[in-house]
T-cell receptor, first 112, second 112 residues
């Protein structure tokens, strides 16, 4: 399956600080998706990036796709306690089925 | 509009017992998936379906079987449960293989 590395595994921040998680692949990706999973919850789709160098924003969240389409990042500005959860990137397999393979996630803790 | 519904939400099985997890979606999605989530392992694809009457193996299919007799339902079966199958199981669906996934709320299964 498609291999994707996600770092860091854990991140603790004070409320109001910024947070970034990174997803890296050794191969060129067709696209990348990001999901958020609250503690005890299920993954929720946030966004899909397709174009080289693409940048998309959702309120305080900024998503970037690298120029070489081998890496991506999710940046949260001025974290809030509602941002707590695990953030996963997911990439398509190289086979015809194009299934999603998920990174291991970054667990974000926000300290009030 | 319920989205993706999984039943049951919790279950405890004894080693060797069998059970079926049910996933139902009301979004008329063609694609459906079963993932398992274990600590530190992210989400791993067990089986998937690209349409009614079709099924295919994912990353970790051993010990599981699936059926998709109706478009809206995707069943995951464990014929002889093992402690290694203790996990949280998520069902997901998507309109096509280019869209984000909608996940169910999960089934927490413990095999003792």
């Amino acid at each position: 399956g498609q291999q994707v590395m996600q770092i860091p595994q854990y991140q603790h921040v004070q409320e109001g600080e910024d947070f970034t998680t990174y997803c890296n692949s050794s191969t060129t990706l067709s696209n990348i998706q990001w999901y958020k999973q609250r503690p005890g919850g299920h993954p929720v789709f946030l966004i899909q990036l397709v174009k080289s160098g693409e940048v998309k924003k959702q309120k305080r969240l900024t998503f970037q796709f690298g120029e070489a389409k081998k890496n991506s990042s999710l940046h949260i500005t001025a974290t809030q306690t509602t941002d707590v959860g695990t953030y996963f990137c997911a990439v398509r397999s190289q086979t015809g089925a194009n299934n999603l393979f998920f990174g291991t996630g970054t667990r974000l803790t926000v300290i009030p | 509009n319920a989205g993706v519904t999984q039943t049951p939400k919790f279950r405890v099985l004894k080693t060797g017992q069998s059970m079926t997890l049910l996933c139902a979606q009301d979004m008329n999605h063609e694609y459906m998936y079963w993932y398992r989530q274990d600590p530190g392992m992210g989400l791993r694809l067990i089986h998937y379906s690209v349409g009614e009457g079709t099924t295919a193996k994912g990353e970790v299919p051993d010990g599981y079987n699936v059926s998709r007799l109706k478009k809206q339902n995707f069943l995951l079966g464990l014929e002889s449960a093992a402690p290694s199958q203790t996990s949280v199981y998520f069902c997901a669906s998507s309109y096509s293989n280019s869209y984000g996934y909608t996940f169910g709320s999960g089934t927490r299964l413990t095999v003792v």
